[in-house]
């Protein structure tokens, strides 16, 4: 009864779970431009799942893995496109596909394909990691969306993700459920499993039991992939910005609802992985240039963000894209001896952050 008096009185206020102010970019989020001024390493079309393997550094673009440090060099095809991507310490590589599949490519599983986890199906794969040669570890997303319909899935307020240990052709084990959309998995040197939830807008690490323990609250947009970090912590990639307008119409049911059966995807008050377009989309030029010019700190429904985290996974520092850019929808990273490389899947771009830029 107080539960349900408390949300209505939140309701009223605007407070709690119906507020609609969003975390300032200051402190170690200070805004920059630092993305804008990285080196382009390859053109590819929505480049995502920056892994290191047997054979090289590796990225997906569609439904392609391509190696990295030979230029385009085709690695592997597939019927569906990738959604995730995981390279195991025997070289196999698990892939996980838009189909709801994840399959096992080289080493001593290889051909094994996964389209169900204890009875069932596997609809959103969106990250993976190897615990060891034999232990996947599973990220999906939504039990109801695939992930390329992730933005439904926020406007739904989806909370139907789950995380998965799953021995390779053994008994999979639920980790945790119910949970907003778990976007990136890290292996931390403690053994912690750490998750990034997007529709939360945090890191927390999964227990025993599925119990989770907040490790970082409160982001200003939707975390994705996690990255170790060269002498401890972790660097993490923020896909699309948080937003006010964003946040209203979040918590105007009637109204969201209607947007969805009524309007184009690409036109939804929602988050994107693209700098603006199209006059159609909301927030159009007229309301966001002043004398002819976008402002860097115009608002936006699209940003590039990569933060890097110390060993208690607080930020020390931020590189951006910003409203007037178009480095946009970082989804993965991955340190290597020259920098951190990045991918831009909004930008149609993979980046490296020089040594002299990184902290």
């Known amino acids: 009864m107080m539960a349900a008096f408390s949300r209505w009185y939140d309701r009223l206020r605007g407070a709690g779970a119906f507020a609609v102010t969003t975390p300032p970019m200051d402190g170690a989020l200070q805004?920059?431009?630092?993305?804008?001024?990285?080196?382009?390493?390859?053109?590819?079309?929505?480049?995502?799942?920056l892994v290191r393997s047997a054979v090289g550094l590796l990225f997906s673009s569609g439904n392609a893995i391509l190696r990295l440090d030979s230029g385009d060099e085709l690695v592997h095809r597939f019927d569906a496109d990738i959604s995730a991507l995981a390279a195991s310490p025997d070289g196999a590589l698990a892939i996980g596909l838009e189909s709801g599949r994840v399959l096992i490519q080289g080493g001593a599983h290889d051909g094994l394909s996964i389209d169900k986890l204890d009875g069932r199906p596997l609809v959103c794969p969106t990250a993976l990691a190897f615990d060891d040669a034999s232990t996947l570890i599973v990220c999906l997303g939504s039990s109801s969306n695939a992930p390329a319909r992730w933005k439904r899935n926020l406007m739904q307020q989806g909370a139907t993700g789950s995380l998965w240990r799953v021995p390779l052709g053994g008994k999979p084990a639920c980790l945790a459920d119910g949970l907003a959309y778990p976007n990136g998995i890290l292996l931390a040197p403690d053994g912690r499993l750490v998750v990034s939830e997007s529709w939360r807008s945090r890191l927390?690490?999964?227990?025993?039991?599925?119990?989770?323990?907040?490790?970082?609250?409160?982001?200003?947009?939707y975390p994705s992939r996690l990255a170790p970090r060269a002498g401890g912590g972790?660097?993490?990639?923020?896909?699309?910005?948080?937003?006010?307008?964003?946040?209203?119409?979040?918590?105007e049911r009637d109204y969201c609802d209607e947007m969805m059966r009524d309007i184009e995807e690409e036109f939804w008050i929602a988050p994107s992985l693209t700098a603006p377009h199209s006059f159609l989309e909301p927030l159009q030029?007229?309301?966001?240039?002043?004398?002819?010019?976008?402002?860097?700190?115009?608002?936006?429904?699209?940003?590039?963000?990569?933060?890097?985290l110390d060993a208690q996974f607080r930020p020390v520092a931020s590189w951006h894209s910003r409203a007037d850019g178009t480095r946009h929808g970082i989804t993965s990273c991955i340190e290597d001896k020259d920098g951190l490389l990045i991918t831009s899947k909004g930008g149609d771009a993979v980046l490296r952050l020089g040594p002299e830029m990184l902290p």
């Open 234 to 251: 972790a660097w993490l990639a923020v896909f699309a910005p948080r937003g006010q307008l964003i946040e209203f119409v979040l918590g």
């Open 285 to 308: 030029g007229g309301a966001l240039k002043q004398l002819g010019m976008l402002k860097p700190w115009a608002p936006t429904r699209s940003f590039g963000l990569v933060l890097a």
């Open 31 to 49: 805004p920059n431009q630092a993305i804008e001024a990285a080196d382009l390493l390859h053109a590819a079309a929505a480049p995502d799942n």
């Open 204 to 221: 927390v690490t999964i227990e025993a039991g599925g119990r989770t323990t907040m490790l970082l609250s409160d982001l200003p947009g």
